[in-house]
């Protein structure tokens, strides 16, 4: 089983650029996060959706966007790049309903903003 | 607003010492989670502790919750370098399961 897939690995870009984050799960999870782990910060919850067609704020939502079109993607947007972005960007999905159980993780996506 | 403290942030110790470490959080929770993260890897979950007195094993790791304390151990024995990783404690909102609230994270180093 794939799990949890986040394309890209890697990006640079350059203040003001936009791009898009792709999560995909294979689990049949209901719920998907998007965090973002900074030195010494942990991870901190940006959005997270609780269904296909859902989506919800997180801790730090502000300069991101997201969208839950299908079940098995969760996709994250950066409109306009600012440094202050550059960071690992984790997807993470679980189960839904009365049986959450912990969350499985991508291996993560860093971007650096320049 | 739920939060979470672990302490302590950095640990450094010595092959075969025991150690613990604890995890606190601030609002009424019966789930609590902790995560493993090696250098440039992702998170892998170690224990899920669903109830109040909830305890865990995997081999030199032990885990336990006291959701009147609202506080989580992480119990390390004998320690080897293996062991040498960032540990994250993880906590349900309260109200639902829907959001999970991380500790920063504490690393550790076990020295030969």
């Known amino acids: 089983n794939a799990g949890v897939t986040q394309t890209p690995k890697f990006r640079v870009l350059k203040t003001g650029q936009s791009m898009t984050l792709l999560c995909a799960q294979d689990?049949?999870?209901?719920?998907m996060y998007w965090y973002r782990q900074d030195p010494g910060m942990g991870l901190r919850l940006i959005h997270y959706?609780?269904?296909?067609?859902?989506?919800a704020k997180g801790e730090v939502p502000d300069g991101y966007n997201v969208s839950r079109l299908k079940k098995q993607n969760f996709l994250l947007g950066l409109e306009s790049a600012a440094p202050s972005q550059t960071s690992v960007y984790f997807c993470a999905s679980r189960r839904g309903g009365m049986n959450t159980g912990e969350l499985f993780f991508g291996e993560g996506s860093r971007l650096t903003v320049l | 607003e739920l939060k979470v403290e672990q302490n302590p942030l950095f640990l450094s110790m010595q092959e075969g010492k025991n150690y613990t470490i604890y995890c606190n959080y601030s609002?009424?929770?019966?789930?609590l989670y902790w995560y493993r993260q090696d250098p440039g890897k992702s998170l892998e979950s170690l224990f899920v502790l669903l109830s109040n007195g909830a305890v865990k094993q995997e081999g030199r790791l032990m885990a336990s919750l006291d959701t009147k304390a609202r506080l989580s151990t992480l119990h390390i024995t004998a320690a080897v370098h293996d062991l040498s990783a960032t540990y994250f404690c993880?906590?349900?909102?309260?109200?639902?399961?829907?959001?999970?609230?991380f500790g920063k994270g504490m690393k550790l180093t076990v020295n030969p």
């Open positions: 609002t009424t929770s019966d789930r």
């Open positions: 993880a906590v349900d909102s309260q109200g639902g399961s829907e959001k999970l609230v």
């Open positions: 959706s609780v269904g296909e067609g859902t989506t």
């Open positions: 689990m049949n999870h209901e719920y």
